[in-house]
């Protein structure tokens, strides 16, 4: 069976801090924020007529969600700014095909659609320097550090997301999918998690300690459609930002931020191959967590890293091997003579082992252990308590996108992380869309930026001079059609000569 | 930008190549993070205490 069309994309709100005395507005300072960038493209120009976060997988769609409320306060709140909706949200979509935006009240960026690992760890990198470029622009303004920390919490019960994007065929039912891989999400935190030393729940502090995932404190439901309050393991929005007879996008919201390109990209890669098995094979059987919110903390703040869980049926069994199991039917499913996904499947493999054998032979490549290894390092040559809250300063500075003040880059500038992708590489996918439709995107906002009208994952509108020439992106997913229509806007030399793939 | 990538490549050897003979564990020697500890005594113990946000997605 052929292998099916799976794409996939980050979307990562960032906290936002200031060196300036008094209290941070952090809307205001998002907002300004995003409004310093300098890389070129279009702004205010994202079209919003066609979302609707309503509408849910199991074929209904929701009156209200949970948020609406907070969001209804937060915007009669910022009414006060005398600014438009708009440019509130101060959209700008970049050259690279990337959505760069204010949030609510987190500076968020969106990498474009991408076909590869590589190209996946390559933006996301991309994105963490054009946001540095846009703090230290906005600091010298304002003569006082703007910081940035791609981390997941305050540790005071607010929690903001790392939301990954998978695009894969309709045909896969919504049940066998939602079912399907619910354990594999639960367990993967023992390599994608990040590590937090706190213990948190929603809007509050609950006590110091260490555990493996800054997000675990933060899920109370198995499904639904909402992503603020009440969150869920299985997120069940359905906005598939394409052809939606053709496709569903998974939305998968529990993950961590991860500062490790290697972990962002065993994280990305093996739900990606997961997703590719159970397309390929619904049929086949998965464990079943007895208690999987339960099981997702238990897991998280497990201090002997044992990790044990209840499945359905009376039986136990480990994190490790319920991975195991996943894994398993990766290598009997997927076609992994595409040496990525191999290598994918192997560093999987070895990470399991290694975290059977010693945890701390994963700290030249997973977050938790990374930072657990270095705040512990510290701990114990300065003396400090459990519940010194030194550790969670640290923690947050493990998190700081400047490299040459947070945590992580001092590890990886040191020599001591495994998978960092070639810097040129990175820089190179600031200014250059991946391999799929983002290129359309990216092309037509580096070329005709002042005609752009409008932008959206599915489609780009520009003014053209006879009316307005609408670019559908709703079916672009072959590598052939990509091209063509690569090659179409590299030879226009006007937006008119791009009618022809309206 | 100097091209920090290449420079710190692994110290561990990388993962087995996917042959289905299983994983051979890297070897990890604890990294050298003297330097990296010193900067960590400049961090304010009370930067966390300060960083309020608001909840997100």
């Given amino acids: ?502 | 930008m100097p091209d920090q990538s290449q420079k710190n490549r692994p110290v561990a050897p990388s993962g087995p190549g996917g042959g289905g003979e299983g994983p051979s564990a890297p070897k990890v020697d604890k990294p050298n993070v003297d330097e990296l500890l010193k900067r960590m005594r400049k961090v304010d113990p009370d930067q966390a205490r300060r960083y309020r946000q608001r909840t997100g997605q």
């Fill in chain 1, 1 to 502: 069976m052929i292998s099916p069309t799976i794409q996939f994309g980050l979307e990562t709100e960032i906290g936002i801090s200031s060196d300036a005395e008094g209290e941070v507005d952090v809307v205001s300072e998002s907002i300004a924020l995003v409004r310093s960038a300098t890389e070129p493209g279009v702004w205010m120009c994202w079209d919003y007529d066609c979302e609707d976060p309503h509408v849910d997988m199991r074929g209904f769609r929701v009156h209200e969600l949970r948020q609406d409320t907070d969001e209804a306060n937060y915007y009669a709140q910022d009414a006060a700014r005398e600014l438009s909706f708009v440019e509130i949200k101060s959209d700008l979509v970049l050259g690279n095909g990337a959505r760069f935006y204010n949030d609510h009240a987190h500076p968020e960026y969106c990498t474009p659609e991408c076909r590869t690992f590589d190209e996946l760890v390559a933006h996301d990198r991309a994105g963490e320097r054009i946001l540095m470029a846009c703090a230290r622009h906005l600091s010298e303004q304002r003569g006082v550090a703007v910081r940035l920390y791609k981390n997941n919490t305050d540790f005071c019960g607010h929690s903001y997301g790392c939301h990954e994007n998978y695009l894969l065929p309709r045909s896969l039912p919504w049940e066998t999918l939602a079912q399907g891989i619910q354990a594999f999400l639960v367990t993967r935190q023992i390599f994608a998690g990040s590590g937090k030393f706190a213990i948190e729940t929603e809007d509050k502090y609950v006590s110091p300690g260490f555990q493996i995932s800054q997000r675990s404190d933060f899920f109370c439901e198995l499904q639904s459609v909402d992503t603020m309050q009440r969150r869920p393991i299985v997120n069940t929005r359905d906005e598939p930002h394409a052809n939606p007879k053709r496709f569903r996008r998974f939305h998968v919201i529990l993950g961590d931020a991860n500062m490790s390109p290697f972990a962002t990209r065993l994280k990305v890669g093996s739900t990606a191959l997961i997703l590719e098995a159970l397309v390929l094979d619904p049929k086949r059987t998965y464990p079943l967590l007895a208690d999987p919110l339960g099981a997702l903390t238990s897991i998280s703040r497990d201090p002997k890293f044992r990790w044990e869980v209840a499945l359905e049926g009376g039986h136990t069994a480990t994190a490790l091997a319920v991975q195991q199991s996943y894994l398993s039917a990766v290598r009997d499913t997927c076609d992994l003579s595409v040496p990525a996904k191999a290598a994918l499947v192997a560093d999987w493999e070895s990470v399991l082992a290694d975290l059977a054998t010693d945890v701390m032979r994963c700290r030249n490549r997973l977050d938790w252990v990374a930072k657990m290894g270095l705040v512990h390092d510290f701990q114990r040559a300065q003396n400090l308590p459990d519940g010194d809250p030194w550790l969670q300063s640290l923690d947050l500075e493990y998190h700081r996108l400047d490299m040459s003040e947070g945590l992580y880059y001092g590890l990886e500038q040191s020599g001591a992380i495994r998978g960092v992708p070639d810097e040129l590489v990175v820089r190179r996918a600031v200014t250059q869309p991946p391999t799929t439709r983002a290129t359309v995107r990216g092309k037509c906002i580096q070329k005709f930026a002042a005609c752009v009208t409008a932008a959206q994952w599915d489609h780009i509108t520009l003014q053209g001079r006879d009316g307005p020439i609408k670019i559908s992106l709703v079916d672009l997913f072959s590598p052939e059609e990509v091209l063509r229509c690569s090659r179409a806007i590299d030879a226009a030399r006007s937006p008119d000569d791009l009618r022809i793939l309206s």
